[in-house]
């Protein structure tokens, strides 16, 4: 354990003799990690959550590694499924895009938490051909009121959950959040998402990564069912795990990273 994110722990660091740092490009800060490492310690900072800028910085580790030949082959399985889903969300007219809240939980003070421009998940949402609601309304991560999700009535909600990934085959706490947001006031009434049985859930640990392909393709299926009926995101996400992680997991047995798993 070397720390978090956003907290290092500079002596564990330290312990682990390591050439290179790899940490966010914002994240930690330079006063919480730069400062206090030695200075022959490389430190590299590239995101790998932000799906606009994944393909860049893959190449950027490849020449960072010596391993261009690697990174390559990452970029070509990488295009064949993005650039696809990509020209079909171009044929989409934007006044057909689906309209998408993104929930993220209770709010801080209020109402439920909202994902908007700045965010992963909003990157993800745009790029799989959906409108995100919130956009124009806040910024970043959000309170929003329940009754504006209620006038806006989107016809997708996708609620992100900090549960589920690698780690567990419990579904049980994403499960929760989709039947929470399911029994928000008014909304089996009201809101087109819950009335079409269209509120699905993703892990975080799913949603931001280099297998982001997988992410993108589950995202455009829960927005057009029919334009990507042929889409297959579980064996494209098996894929990036035999192909470059090397492990042993099937994700058809393993992990919990949507729900409904349909």
Not at 9 to 34: F, G, N, Q, R
Not at 170 to 193: N, S
Not at 218 to 246: C, N, S, T
Request: proline fraction near 5%; hydrophobic fraction near 35%; glycine fraction near 8%.
């Amino acid at each position: 354990d070397v720390g978090g994110w956003y907290t290092p722990d500079i002596e564990a660091i330290l312990a682990v003799e390591p050439d290179t740092v790899c940490v966010y490009a914002k994240w930690p800060s330079t006063e919480a990690l730069d400062e206090k490492l030695p200075g022959d310690i490389n430190i590299v900072r590239l995101d790998f959550y932000k799906a606009p800028t994944q393909r860049e910085e893959m190449i950027q580790l490849g020449y960072l590694l010596n391993k261009r030949e690697r990174a390559d082959e990452y970029i070509e399985w990488h295009d064949q499924y993005v650039d696809e889903i990509y020209d079909r969300v171009a044929e989409i007219p934007d006044d057909e895009k689906v309209r998408v809240f993104i929930d993220a939980g209770g709010g801080k003070e209020f109402g439920r938490r909202a994902y908007s421009t700045g965010t992963g998940m909003h990157d993800l949402c745009v790029l799989a051909g959906g409108k995100n609601i919130a956009e124009g309304y806040v910024e970043g991560y959000a309170d929003v009121e329940t009754e504006w999700i209620l006038d806006q009535n989107p016809d997708v909600i996708v609620g992100i959950s900090y549960k589920g990934g690698y780690e567990t085959d419990d579904e049980t706490k994403m499960r929760e959040h989709y039947e929470e947001i399911r029994a928000l006031p008014g909304f089996k009434e009201h809101v087109t998402a819950v009335q079409n049985d269209s509120v699905f859930i993703m892990s975080n640990a799913f949603a931001f990564a280099p297998h982001y392909p997988a992410p993108l393709a589950v995202m455009a299926k829960w927005l057009y069912p029919k334009r990507f009926a042929d889409f297959k995101p579980e064996a494209i996400h098996q894929e990036y795990i035999d192909e470059f992680l090397g492990i042993d997991f099937d994700v058809y047995e393993q992990g919990v990273f949507v729900f409904p798993r349909r």
